[in-house]
């Protein structure tokens, strides 16, 4: 089975290993993802904190070309990429003159069509019931699953999971033999683009994420968003400093983790890419 | 509630189509927003200074650190019982103090950050990290800030020396 796949420009860059895993797991499945061929960059947040009309715009061409193309579902694995994208279309849709304007200016039809979806959908509509018979080698910790905010809101127009206690990653986390946690950070914010522009913000809310998923018992955080990852691994010495502690619990995909439970390799996962190693049983 | 109103609050309205007067001002927004103590005025109070509709509030937010501390997490509008499009007014108010050269003094990284992060998009239709992290530090002058990370993100090869460009990314430019 084919699927439409927008990478993004963090899976290209800082976070391959989401990419890599992402097209491991989909492979053991069966499932072929298509690049959107001549895919730019969504805009994520800079494009609408600066620039109105490129936080249309550059989504946009995005959700064109792979119209073009002929794809009717689009898996985008980044969380930032899957809300701006949703946020477009849903912008589009609801709005005749902005989408015949947008239309002209990239010179290519939107019909608006396109199902945008992220891993969990993915895994859940495809993937999930299949689980169980392929894990070879259950992953057995207790786990705290971090959605952030990306995924979740604006819950009107993304229609994603529950909106203040999400389940979809925990249910997939448990098929894959983990125990998830009841946490009070699911949909916190990490402090998001600031990580390099304000990074004392970003130590100071990713650690209370981490010191809430220690306090609770987890013993690995999974993510599904490049940003949230990467505040939370890379930003680590500077959680640290902000908790005053030393902290060791790593923050992996779900693709990552799933990809453990059915046999994967560390290294088809890219898991040495991780700042906090995550440590074998 | 009046409904021919004049000043910012009347421009506020017609260009996102939130009505400040509608904020009864109940603190959820301020209470879940996990930036809002680091910002001078938590998003509440920014409701509250645009209702007075005076010229000198709106002069205090376009000059606040607050509006470019809201990281567009969306959980105001998402709790908000009147449905008020914090995250909305907050971009259009940072456009507006841009366009006002209003912009925060202790804010100017995150601005420089966002800068460095459209031109890299321009120039190369997608976002180029290396360059953007080399752009924004030249932008802000702190060139020590990331020196420990950026090796063991290149071991790690998170890090891609060379920018990918995108065939068609003229368009982006327009
Ligand atoms: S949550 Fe809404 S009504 Fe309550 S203070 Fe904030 S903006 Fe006003
Ligand atoms: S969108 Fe901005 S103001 Fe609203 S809760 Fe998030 S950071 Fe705070």
Request: hydrophobic share 40%; with cysteine; proline share 4%.
């Amino acid at each position: 089975m084919e699927i439409g796949f927008y990478p993004g420009c963090s899976l290209n860059g800082t976070s391959l290993e989401y990419a890599q895993s992402t097209l491991a797991l989909a492979k053991t499945f069966g499932i072929t993802p298509v690049e959107i061929t001549g895919w730019s960059c969504c805009g994520a947040t800079a494009a609408h904190n600066l620039n109105h009309e490129l936080a249309v715009a550059l989504p946009a061409r995005v959700l064109a070309l792979a119209e073009k193309q002929g794809l009717t579902e689009l898996l985008v694995p980044c969380a930032a990429c899957y809300n701006r994208l949703s946020v477009t279309q849903h912008a589009l849709n609801t709005n005749e003159a902005l989408r015949k304007n947008i239309s002209q200016t990239l010179q290519m039809p939107l019909s608006g069509k396109l199902r945008i979806l992220n891993v969990m959908q993915v895994i859940e509509k495809y993937i999930a019931d299949k689980i169980p018979a392929k894990v070879v080698k259950p992953f057995t910790r207790k786990v705290a699953c971090y959605y952030g905010c990306l995924l979740v809101r604006p819950h009107d127009v993304l229609q994603f999971d529950r909106l203040e206690d999400p389940q979809s990653m925990d249910r997939l986390m448990a098929q894959a033999g983990a125990t998830p946690l009841d946490w009070g950070y699911k949909t916190e914010c990490c402090g998001a683009g600031f990580s390099v522009s304000r990074t004392d913000v970003v130590a100071k809310l990713s650690g209370k994420i981490v010191k809430d998923a220690l306090d609770r018992g987890a013993e690995a955080i999974i993510v599904a968003c490049p940003m949230c990852q990467s505040n939370l691994d890379m930003r680590r010495p500077h959680i640290d400093r902000y908790l005053k502690m030393k902290t060791t619990i790593p923050v992996m995909y779900i693709t990552q983790a799933i990809g453990l439970a059915v046999g994967l390799s560390r290294k088809e996962l890219g898991l040495e890419k991780l700042f906090v190693k995550m440590i074998d049983d | 509630m009046s409904s021919e109103q004049k000043g910012f609050t009347a421009e506020i309205r017609s260009a996102t189509g939130v009505n400040v007067n509608r904020c009864y001002q109940c603190g959820k927004c301020s209470a879940g927003c996990a930036l809002s103590e680091d910002m001078d005025y938590p998003p509440s109070v920014v409701m509250r200074l645009l209702q007075t509709n005076s010229a000198e509030s709106y002069h205090k937010i376009l000059r606040s650190q607050a509006i470019w501390l809201c990281a567009s997490c969306q959980n105001c509008v998402t709790r908000c019982p009147m449905q008020i499009d914090l995250p909305q007014l907050m971009d259009y108010l940072r456009v507006q103090a841009l366009e006002k050269k209003a912009v925060n003094t202790k804010s100017k990284k995150i601005v420089a950050f966002h800068r460095a992060f459209l031109d890299s998009v321009r120039y190369t239709g997608r976002l180029y990290e290396v360059g953007l992290v080399a752009d924004y530090k030249l932008r802000t002058l702190d060139l020590l800030q990331d020196l420990s990370v950026a090796p063991r993100m290149l071991l790690k090869g998170k890090l891609p020396l060379l920018p990918e460009m995108v065939k068609g990314k003229l368009k982006i430019r327009s």
